[in-house]
């Protein structure tokens, strides 16, 4: 059995960097508006009468729902691709999250 070295995993590292400042970077001109990269998380949670924060879990759950399908192997991790999507999904919600809980703190700030 191969092990993956420190070498490929910076690698792998760097390249997700990449990925989620690209991609973050483009869906905010998608998302966003007048410049409020949150934009969608506050109207939803307008919309449902709760936080930001569960409304942005709610439309997380369902790419930690793929993710977990890589998971328990109910997608196929031989497609690259997909398991670069999907993993991908994840960690920029959690970041977004982490831009909500942020935000919440500055707001609250004594």
Same mark, same amino acid.
């Given at each position: 059995? /191969? &092990?993956?070295?420190?070498?490929?995993?910076?690698?792998?590292?760097?390249?997700?960097i990449?990925?989620?400042? *690209? #991609?973050?970077?483009?869906?905010?001109?998608?998302?966003?508006? !007048?410049?409020?990269r949150?934009?969608?998380?506050r109207?939803?949670?307008?919309? #449902?009468?709760?936080? /930001?924060? &569960?409304? =942005?879990?709610?439309?997380?759950?369902? !790419?930690?729902?793929?993710?977990?399908? #890589?998971?328990? &192997?109910? $997608?196929?991790w031989?497609?690259?691709? =997909?398991?670069?999507?999907?993993?991908? *999904?994840?960690?920029n919600?959690?970041? =977004? $999250?982490?831009?909500?809980i942020?935000?919440?703190? #500055?707001n609250?700030?004594m």
């Amino acid at each position: 059995m /191969m &092990k993956l070295d420190s070498e490929k995993f910076n690698q792998l590292l760097n390249e997700r960097i990449k990925k989620i400042q *690209d #991609i973050l970077g483009n869906k905010a001109k998608e998302y966003s508006c !007048h410049h409020d990269r949150l934009h969608n998380f506050r109207i939803a949670s307008n919309m #449902i009468d709760d936080t /930001m924060a &569960k409304a =942005l879990w709610g439309m997380a759950l369902k !790419h930690l729902v793929s993710v977990d399908d #890589i998971v328990n &192997k109910r $997608l196929d991790w031989s497609n690259k691709e =997909l398991v670069d999507e999907k993993i991908g *999904d994840m960690i920029n919600y959690l970041i =977004l $999250l982490e831009a909500v809980i942020e935000e919440w703190r #500055i707001n609250n700030a004594m």
